[in-house]
């Protein structure tokens, strides 16, 4: 129950349709489909009932947890896709923040540049927050929260933070330092 839990909601996370349980079924009966290969194949090949059975099996749940682990695989491959952009981000956030460009300004042209999936979740959060009327921090808590990536949500919290205090002089320095650290 957990396990089918834990699939809902990397797959709300990943943005597709369906339900953990619907998702886990899916994988069931394609598991199934894979012990029947196996069993056929083993039976072609050799003649062992018993270790064709557990061949089988073992094959089966083989692919089960291959196939039910796929979306938080997703997420991962996801998080590090961002995550390798992510210095790169911040060193720009930081460069237009120390040369007084707004800070909307540049967050929206962090999600026009071509960071990968940074720039479309960065962009596709920001859009969606204008369209709702919602701000700025908030759309980067929902970009943060919809990953899995620990790195992600110390540097959205950085960036909230220099967004809440303003445009001064240095304004930029911390995520110049979070982005350096990246980095190195």
Request: aromatic fraction near 8%.
């Amino acid at each position: 129950e957990k396990l089918i839990e834990a699939i809902g909601w990397d797959l709300r996370f990943l943005g597709k349709d369906g339900s953990g349980p619907e998702y886990f079924l899916d994988c069931a009966k394609k598991s199934a489909a894979v012990f029947l290969a196996a069993w056929l194949g083993w039976n072609l090949l050799f003649e062992g009932i018993l270790e064709g059975a557990i061949f089988s099996v073992l094959c089966s749940a083989l692919a089960l947890g291959l196939l039910a682990s796929g979306p938080r695989r997703e997420l991962h491959l996801r998080a590090r896709k961002i995550e390798k952009h992510l210095p790169f981000a911040l060193m720009q956030l930081s460069v237009e923040q120390n040369i007084g460009i707004p800070f909307a300004q540049s967050l929206q042209r962090v999600a026009d540049s071509g960071y990968g999936e940074l720039s479309a979740g960065l962009g596709s959060h920001l859009s969606l927050a204008r369209i709702c009327g919602s701000s700025i921090p908030e759309a980067l808590l929902s970009f943060a929260g919809s990953n899995r990536s620990g790195l992600l949500k110390r540097a959205v919290s950085q960036v909230i933070s220099a967004y809440e205090h303003g445009n001064k002089e240095g304004a930029g320095e911390p995520m110049r330092g979070m982005a350096l650290e990246l980095l190195a």
